[in-house]
């Protein structure tokens, strides 16, 4: 399984440069490489991804995984909490009217978006990045994630979780939740 993040707002724009860049980069790899060796290979995939968000620099494209290990970072370190997903509690409208169907997709949006009401949870809701379902993680709990990150030494995380913290990915990663802060959030899908 893999997840498409997309800010919410207006994107950052392109940079011509860094594209060319990242293309060329990604070029290279692909030269050496047989297309089954393109699949298994980490640098073929870190070039690829270096290059798509060159392209599309208000979405993030990463894999299940990689996804996962993030997760367990942001719990591990108060940027997010392990959650369960509000029941949404709104019935689909008759196909064909459209002003209820407006009005069901207003609030399908509204219950995507919505925090947990759990005083112990800060940062953003895992059960957000742990499914494709459409979830938006918003601007305050971009910044609230930030600001626990803000505090952390890596040093003293555990060998497992300060290598996802040193990655370049998680780099990217925390520059994504800076940008999505000020663009009104991040939808996952």
């Not at 995939?45 to 270096?50: D, G, L, N, S, V």
């Not at 370190?77 to 369960?84: H, P």
Request: charged share 30%; aromatic share 10%; hydrophobic share 35%.
């Amino acid at each position: 399984m893999s997840y498409h993040l997309f800010i919410r707002g207006e994107a950052p724009a392109v940079d011509a440069q860094k594209v060319a860049e990242t293309e060329k980069a990604l070029e290279a790899v692909k030269s050496k490489l047989t297309a089954v060796e393109q699949f298994k290979s980490e640098e073929y995939w870190k070039a690829y991804r270096a290059h798509e968000n060159a392209e599309n620099p208000g979405q993030r494209y990463y894999k299940g995984q990689m996804i996962s290990d993030f997760m367990q970072l942001l719990s591990c370190t108060g940027m997010g909490k392990y959650t369960f997903a509000p029941t949404l509690d709104v019935e689909e409208p008759d196909e064909g009217d459209l002003e209820a169907e407006e009005e069901f997709m207003k609030a399908v949006t509204k219950w995507r978006s919505q925090s947990v009401e759990d005083d112990d949870v800060t940062g953003i809701p895992l059960h957000k990045l742990g499914s494709n379902d459409g979830w938006i993680i918003t601007q305050s709990e971009c910044i609230e994630a930030l600001s626990a990150w803000d505090e952390i030494d890596v040093t003293e995380l555990d060998a497992d979780m300060r290598k996802i913290a040193e990655s370049d990915e998680w780099k990217d990663f925390l520059d994504y939740l800076e940008w999505a802060y000020e663009h009104r959030g991040i939808e996952v899908s």
